[in-house]
């Protein structure tokens, strides 16, 4: 009990020298120096909300067996390694491109994100949406009629996302292993998709108001989709995951993600 | 012979393949077992058979790595999951996640090889010498086993004195002396197996009684009824007549009670029954409440002595959580969570094989920091559940109605079920919605022997001013559907609805004539109707539902179930088991939960909440 007397004395005697102090120096300074620190702070916060709102989180989406996997490596490391098999957990990784590595300067780090395609995980793709910059949507050219109906499912449900449709995150259409002679070309593939896209349109749109499927429909009422009506941005591509031909992915990643 | 070893990460980048042996494989077994067997949570298995392949596979959970051995299915070969294990405790040793090519373990895993070879002929070697007189039944598939083993041995030995150099002497003459005790033990056997076949016989018939329990009656009967005079017959029941040819016109019109004048007289026109919106299309509202509470309590009553030993060393592990997880650690979480389990009334089965493969999952994984055990393991088993019962493919029937409408046809759907879950009911429910989504609708009855089954569609079909095409009783099904749905493609419906009789999935006869109606019209979905408060029998019904359809289908495809209604749903308060037990067996979704008796009460299946009550 002394003891807490005695510290008790102690803070008081320390608290009333500081105050002598401080009413010592004139009032000008001591203004000057609160208002310093004021503004260093705003400063330091505002520039902390400026650089959260620009993440460089790059998600790599599609069905399984479109080539998300390789297509990582290739822009990892330039090389697919020995191939791939279907991923049961997503690929992270920040790196510069590995095309990129022969440029002098600092480059931005890609935070690049290789999300499984297999239906049943599904779930994890949401886990990643709220923190993409852009979504690069990859369907595999060569065996694309089979699977246009589930690619485009997939797509629309990726449009009508609501963090897609907020913060009108960009999408690229890339139709992989266009090395193939049998590959469909990318203008085939984006009016199928946009066909595929407006039945989707009138069948899940004759639901009801509280539609628990989708958050937003897209598309005009009326006119026939097409993904220039999108909020977002949606631009098509080629690529191949095989043999490296990855540069019109690596210009496009580039366009949102500043070097 | 080993055909392929394979390393890869989790996230897909195979590491390392057996150069060796570079055989390419038929198909893409690898790609199938992913998708079968891991994703579904069936890695708790031991091995999983494709085509002419086995595959066998080890995880390594620290580091995410998989490894998967394939060999032909006839040679059963021990030593692969030794092999597996060492390899799996060497390549741990050199990886790095940086590098991702790995060619010196070629030579690491050649020595591997030729190690577990070597313990697995030895290990033979003292099984024989060792057990001479045992059980004849064991003994004799114990013989058949090393007859298949020494021809595959045989093979083993070709091979390898091929491709092995000459300068290893040693394995030539263990292989030369594996050789003659194979061919001695082949005497030895021949000649014991020769002496006890009346013996086999007679274990044979005790095991199959023994093993019967409650399905097998007919076998206990029968055995009964060979040992025994029988007893006189009493007059039993006329047995029900099943197909039409042995049908007497007589039966048919004491049995055909419908009324040919009464019912139109009777009801006035009954106002299309409009009870709002279905709840198919409503918002599902659900409470979001702390559930992590509640869990500590029940594990800390069952092991208050256990807790205390290891309290103190137990809290600084899980603060500096460096421990690696190893399976007696996980037993005593994973047992609790699957008593948990089966109180929500998940079939003993399927918990048991759902706790395996959580288990397997989390083997050798290090802890992070400020978890506990029983955390990690909820945390995995949350993960795992929510993989299994969100569907494979896509629900969207809107969709497929549409697909089917432009090609011209209607979609076809065939309710099938055991008797009383509530089929004729929930086809109704399942008319409303598509009826307010402006989609055409046709009943179909083909329930031609319940009695009283016609009149209940008709009096639906009245209420919801759809139209039914209706045989009566006693005829065909399959052929009242193949007629309804030419009438509807006539009248141009969307959709056809087939309602068949319920019918015990062990009854062979009724078995046949729904795969008969099935393999005839070529549904489109064929939807099995299963009731919620089924407790262990989901697991049976569903598995010999769809063993009968795939082994009764003719040419062509094999239509299986394609997708599960839940029915009675509100019967049932927390006890939501059986919707985990039905979608794990078949691998089909569920597409409607029937929620109540009337119209409205159909809703989709919201994953995470049924996660969520499974696991409080």
């Not at chain 2, 029915?567 to 985990?580: C, N, Q, R, S, W």
């Amino acid at each position: 009990m002394e003891n807490l007397e005695d510290l008790k004395l102690m803070a008081e005697q320390w608290t009333n020298q500081g105050l002598e102090y401080l009413q010592k120096i004139p009032p000008f300074q001591l203004y000057a120096a609160i208002g310093l620190l004021l503004l260093t702070t705003v400063l330091l916060l505002s520039f902390r909300l400026v650089r959260r709102t620009k993440s460089n989180t790059v998600l790599l989406s599609g069905l399984s067996g479109s080539g998300k996997t390789v297509l990582f490596y290739q822009l990892r490391d330039g090389s697919s390694h020995q191939g791939s098999v279907t991923s049961m957990e997503p690929n992270e990784g920040t790196f510069v491109f590995h095309f990129e590595h022969a440029k002098k300067g600092k480059i931005k780090p890609v935070h690049l994100v290789d999300v499984p395609g297999h239906s049943r995980l599904r779930p994890k793709l949401e886990e990643f949406l709220p923190q993409a910059a852009a979504i690069v949507f990859v369907v595999d050219a060569l065996e694309f009629l089979p699977n246009c109906r589930a690619a485009s499912e997939y797509l629309y449900d990726i449009l009508t996302n609501a963090n897609v449709v907020k913060k009108k995150i960009p999408v690229l259409l890339c139709c992989n292993k266009t090395d193939k002679l049998t590959a469909h070309t990318k203008e085939f593939i984006k009016k199928q998709m946009e066909k595929e896209i407006e039945k989707l349109r009138a069948s899940r749109s004759a639901v009801s108001t509280a539609d628990i499927a989708n958050d937003y429909t897209i598309g005009i009422e009326g006119e026939v989709f097409s993904f220039s009506h999108c909020c977002n941005r949606v631009t098509v591509a080629e690529a191949s995951g095989l043999i490296g031909e990855t540069v019109q992915v690596q210009d496009f990643i580039r366009e949102y993600i500043k070097p | 012979m080993l055909e392929q070893l394979l390393i890869f990460t989790r996230g897909g980048l195979i590491l390392w393949t057996c150069k060796e042996i570079g055989n390419a494989l038929k198909g893409s077994p690898i790609d199938t077992l992913i998708r079968s067997c891991l994703l579904e949570e069936r890695s708790g298995e031991v091995s999983f058979n494709y085509g002419a392949y086995t595959l066998k596979w080890t995880f390594h959970n620290d580091l995410g790595l998989v490894f998967v051995a394939v060999y032909q299915k006839i040679l059963q070969l021990l030593y692969v999951d030794d092999l597996l294990s060492m390899v799996k405790q060497s390549f741990s040793e050199i990886y790095d996640p940086k590098r991702m090519r790995y060619d010196d373990f070629d030579e690491t895993f050649r020595q591997l090889r030729v190690e577990a070879e070597a313990r697995a002929e030895e290990m033979k070697r003292t099984k024989q010498v060792v057990k001479p007189l045992n059980g004849v039944k064991k003994q004799g598939q114990v013989s058949k086993e090393e007859t298949k083993k020494s021809n595959g041995e045989k093979k083993d030995d070709e091979g390898k004195v091929s491709s092995v150099s000459n300068g290893n002497h040693k394995m030539e003459d263990d292989v030369a002396n594996g050789k003659e005790n194979s061919a001695d033990n082949n005497n030895n056997n021949n000649n014991s197996v020769g002496v006890d076949v009346s013996k086999l016989a007679k274990l044979r018939s005790k095991g199959v009684r023994g093993r019967g329990g409650l399905r097998k009656a007919d076998s206990i009967g029968s055995n009964k009824g060979s040992s025994k005079v029988e007893p006189p017959k009493k007059a039993t029941k006329k047995n029900r007549v099943w197909d039409d040819a042995a049908a007497a016109p007589k039966q048919e019109e004491k049995l055909d009670f419908t009324d040919e004048h009464g019912d139109n007289g009777h009801v006035d026109v009954v106002a299309a029954a409009d009870q709002g919106e279905s709840m198919m299309d409503k918002e599902e509202v659900f409470s979001s409440d702390s559930e992590s509470e509640d869990d500590d309590e029940p594990i800390s009553d069952e092991k208050p002595e256990a807790k205390k030993k290891g309290w103190f060393s137990s809290v600084f592990q899980s603060i500096t959580g460096k421990a690696n997880l190893e399976r007696t650690d996980l037993e005593p979480a994973l047992k609790a969570l699957k008593e948990r389990l089966m109180t929500k009334n998940v079939a003993e089965e399927i918990a048991e094989k759902l706790c395996e493969s959580v288990e397997a999952s989390l083997e050798g994984k290090k802890l992070a920091s400020f978890t506990r055990i029983s955390s990690t393991v909820q945390g995995a088993m949350e993960e795992a559940l929510i993989r299994i019962l969100t569907p494979r493919r896509s629900i969207d029937i809107m969709r497929d109605v549409h697909a089917a409408k432009e090609q011209r046809r209607p979609y076809v759907v065939v309710f099938v079920g055991v008797n009383g879950v509530g089929k004729s009911t929930n086809l109704a429910k399942v008319a409303y919605w598509l009826q307010q989504h402006k989609v055409s609708v046709m009943m179909a009855a083909c329930d031609t022997f319940r009695s009283g089954a016609v009149e209940q569609l008709r009096t639906h079909a009245r209420r919801l001013q759809i139209p039914i095409f209706e045989k009566g009783y006693e005829k065909d099904p399959a052929v009242v559907a193949k007629e309804a749905i030419q009438e509807a493609t006539r009248n141009g419906s969307d959709v056809v609805l087939v309602d068949t009789a319920g019918r015990m999935q062990d009854n062979e006869p009724l078995m046949r004539a729904l795969s008969k109606l099935i393999n005839l019209n070529k549904p489109d979905l064929v939807l099995f109707v299963g009731e919620a408060l089924v407790g262990n029998d989901a697991v049976d019904q569903l598995s010999k539902f769809n063993q009968k359809l795939s082994d009764l289908s003719t040419s062509g495809s094999t239509r299986l179930i394609d997708g599960i209604l839940l029915t009675k749903f509100d019967t049932i308060d927390d006890k939501v088991g059986a919707a985990l037990s039905m979608v794990y067996i078949s691998g089909a979704p569920v597409m409607f939960v029937g929620c109540g008796q009337s119209y409205t009460d159909l809703k989709k299946l919201n994953v995470k909440a049924i996660v969520k009550t499974l696991l409080k």
